[in-house]
């Protein structure tokens, strides 16, 4: 059975840094791309990076890029999403997951659609 398990996430001061990971369990990084999402409460669901397990192809929300960073070590089978300089609007629950898309992410393939498994997800909240 393939499972996606995050860790904890954490209340967080603005401009400080968190590190989310994501273990997976029953199946291989290697073969799957991978997605951080995240979700406000009121608001959807919103994709925040993603990773290609085809080209190695990294696509950011506008919102996080150049404060986020997504990486994965296929040898621990983890992934990670590295969030650097926290503002009080990056509060939500992240989920990671993974999925059998082999393309390259560009703008719009880094989507909820394209995912096949989920974490349950972990909460980060940021104050001021």
């Known amino acids: 059975e393939k499972h996606l398990v995050e860790s904890e996430g954490g209340l967080v001061q603005t401009r400080k840094s968190l590190t989310l990971s994501c273990a997976a369990s029953g199946f291989s990084f290697d073969d799957y791309s991978i997605g951080w999402f995240r979700q406000a409460p009121g608001r959807e669901r919103e994709a925040v990076a993603c990773?290609?397990?085809?080209?190695?192809?990294?696509h950011y929300a506008d919102s996080v890029k150049g404060r986020f960073i997504i990486s994965s070590d296929t040898a621990k089978n983890t992934a990670s999403l590295q969030m650097n300089d926290l503002k009080p609007e990056d509060t939500a629950l992240y989920s990671c997951?993974?999925?059998?898309?082999?393309?390259?992410?560009?703008?719009?393939?880094?989507?909820?659609?394209?995912?096949?498994?989920w974490g349950k997800g972990a909460q980060v909240t940021v104050f001021a």
């Open positions: 997951a993974a999925g059998d898309y082999s393309g390259t992410f560009y703008t719009y393939e880094c989507h909820s659609g394209i995912m096949n498994y």
């Open positions: 990773i290609s397990r085809g080209d190695g192809s990294i």
